[in-house]
């Protein structure tokens, strides 16, 4: 199956940093923070998703005898260091929000605390899944939101990056309230809506237009009839015909454009179909839609459904977050790195998210032992390498809860124009002091030397 | 595995277009072209490739009987379509440009002639699979030839899109030149060299910067150094300090800069290490590389080495192509398309790389059964849906083509700098023929209603 997890999904790095904590000793627990950095100036807040295949991989996570052979093949590895990853299983504990939680920078999504060795061999798999998920839901919550309640359906398969991406963007575009999608492996794995009807391609083939309409309005009665072709005013004069030759066995559904200026097509389209009765036949806009045309069309024309490819599949104008997967503590003691411009705020966190008067009015980032006012977002998932039974595991209950979680946003972090000022995220007051004094520590260290 | 291809990653509207095709007896044969319709204004030129896992898909189709239940269970598909899916195989013939090739605007890369309904069941997963690896290719040979020589590891697998993305990519990339991935996954389904020390998690867990180096050293003596994890250019001085304490023992290869400014502290640890007598300690740079960074480094500093990672894991400055698979001829007669601005050329077709004095001067597009100057970059790959033969079949062997053709390209396409003349690609006469006989044949028919 796609959707497979191998355990030699990791960067050699982690597997060499395996050896050498293995060897010195160093299996203490760390407790590692997987964050956004900075929000894209295109995003005012991403939506995270992609926890349950990060739960799934964790529980699962094998070397296989194939897999040890291969490492043994590169020789970097010892004895015995080869026959711990042949035992190895991720004893850990996982709190993250859950999928489907607006989150801003710097917040944590997600914390592994695990025995060293562990928690670093698995980083590589949990950063990708998160970020691809995270990435791809926070875009289509925008295409959502600018479609205002019409119909998006998910046409990214053929340009998103590979298999896998293609499968999980469909699961997340789900969770974000997207309606459906032309995938039918994610609609099989996932058990989402999955729509389609015809391509340039089916016209093409038939000698003429009106031919093609009609052999698949035969095959398929309630379907959209793609118009552009040819010539989309033609095309819609066609189905019009068609709507006359078949009499009450007209069912059609929608004329999809795909092509020209969708705006006034759609206004011009809307008229001829009117004139001809044909109130019920919705229009159906496809072809280069991001959430900004989508907002342009909801506000000029009469558009009843988007389809929307590329744009939302790869997440375009900005198709990468700068997410990262820190140590925060080892052996109980915080840890910090300072590097220019990369602070990592030290120890176990906790997210406390203050609702007023119905609005989500500032996040506190806090050590996880700390309790402030606002509901925590972070929750306990795994402990001892097992999953936790939660509530809200069903794909629909996310996408409900994602939906509630986004309305409590302020509306211009929700808006897709980008926010004047960001989404208030605070410090808490003993997280700043622990920061505070480890760095003291640490630059004391270093000038004693 | 993850490289499966499961003949579910498909659109729904492959299906319904088959079910139609199957009831109105339309299996005559189909030429369908995969191309890209405009190179991006950051591409001169693209670099194809994933050919092999096209064929491998072709090869391998079949719908399981999960499969056809779940489609049974969609409500869509009459029992003889399915029955028919359940016995589908592909039966068609491949004609492809070898992976490697530089390719242009409009211009094949591969064109299937199969019975209509499994050439259009296809096209998801060969869009797909195509896009991916010729987005990324085309992008590492930018960052390849910006580095000119230098070793350029990739280190994108947390931040590509899902994990058929991150291991395509690494494919992709040691096609276009790149050195080795820290994929390990990669390493081991492709053989390719893979590439990896530590991160500044190693170094944060150790309470000391000094005892971290010295503890790694000794696992892995002829290891890279990351030395921004507090100060860069103090951790070059540990980096002496143990080459005194290790003697003849001292091995390091390299010392990691990965933030800061990159030039600066390049020059500054280059000197540091040459006054300690570490000449032959390398200097390995990573952190928000991509190939216009890179190529200022290289003029700039004294870096032997670049650790690339999501810029060309993403293609971040064009994170996806305008790849179509388009009908170009049914039942023996060429088929186009008029949407407004998207013209395909009809019919079968070849190109033709013209080579005077060692460099590529111009392409002819024609149809394929045309005989014309030049070097033909098609190749009949696969017949009666079995792969043929082929030289070429290892990575490396696609490498080292790939180098050969790309020195073939003028200085200026090659250039990452966006060319003032895109290279010249020309239509043969025969071709724009009989696109245009053929355009005014659909316009006259349209006219005549």
Same mark, same amino acid.
């Given at each position: 199956m796609t959707t497979d997890a191998p355990a030699l999904f990791t960067d050699l790095y982690e597997l060499k940093m395996l050896e050498a904590y293995l060897q010195e000793g160093m299996t203490a627990e760390a407790v590692f923070t997987l964050f956004v950095r900075r929000l894209p100036p295109q995003r005012n807040y991403l939506l995270a998703c992609g926890l349950e295949m990060v739960l799934d991989y964790l529980e699962d996570l094998r070397f296989d005898e194939a897999d040890i052979a291969y490492l043994d093949s590169? #020789?970097?590895?010892s004895t015995r260091c080869l026959e711990a990853l042949r035992t190895l299983r991720f004893e850990g504990e996982v709190r993250a929000v859950p999928e489907g939680t607006p989150v801003f920078a710097n917040e944590p999504i997600l914390e592994v605390r695990a025995p060293l060795p562990q928690a670093q061999l698995v980083e590589t798999f949990v950063m990708n899944q998160i970020h691809l998920q995270t990435l791809l839901a926070s875009k289509a919550a925008r295409v959502v939101t600018a479609a205002q309640g019409r119909v998006v359906v998910d046409?990214?398969?053929?340009?998103?990056? #590979?298999v896998d991406a293609a499968l999980k963007a469909a699961r997340a575009f789900h969770i974000a309230g997207v309606t459906s999608t032309s995938n039918v492996l994610a609609g099989r794995v996932y058990g989402l809506p999955v729509a389609g009807t015809m391509a340039h391609s089916y016209v093409q083939a038939h000698d003429d237009e009106s031919e093609a309409f009609r052999a698949f309005a035969n095959v398929f009665p309630d379907t959209t009839m793609l118009v552009d072709t040819y010539d989309t005013l033609d095309g819609v004069r066609r189905v019009i015909e068609l709507s006359r030759e078949l009499g009450e066995r007209f069912r059609i559904a929608a004329v999809r454009l795909d092509s020209g200026d969708l705006a006034q097509l759609a206004r011009e389209s809307r008229a001829l179909l009117d004139e001809a009765g044909l109130q019920r036949v919705q229009i159906f806009a496809s072809g280069g839609l991001d959430e900004h045309v989508i907002a342009d069309l909801v506000r000029e024309a009469p558009i009843d459904a988007f389809g929307v490819g590329t744009s939302m599949g790869v997440s375009a104008?900005?198709?990468?977050?700068d997410i990262v997967y820190k140590l925060a503590e080892y052996a109980g003691k915080g840890r910090l790195k300072l590097s220019a411009d990369k602070p990592v705020l030290p120890g176990a966190k906790q997210v406390f998210r203050i609702v007023e008067g119905g609005r989500a009015v500032r996040d506190v980032i806090a050590g996880a032992d700390e309790q402030l006012p606002g509901r925590p977002l972070l929750e306990l998932v795994m402990r001892n390498g097992s999953t936790l039974p939660r509530p809200r595991v069903t794909l629909d209950a996310h996408r409900r809860y994602a939906q509630q979680e986004l309305a409590l946003l302020p509306d211009a972090i929700r808006s897709i124009e980008p926010a004047r000022e960001p989404y208030p995220v605070e410090i808490s007051a003993a997280l700043a002091e622990h920061q505070r004094s480890l760095t003291a520590r640490i630059e004391a260290a270093a000038a004693s030397r």
């Open positions: 590169l #020789g970097h590895f046409f990214g398969a053929r340009r998103m990056h #590979g104008d900005k198709p990468d977050l």
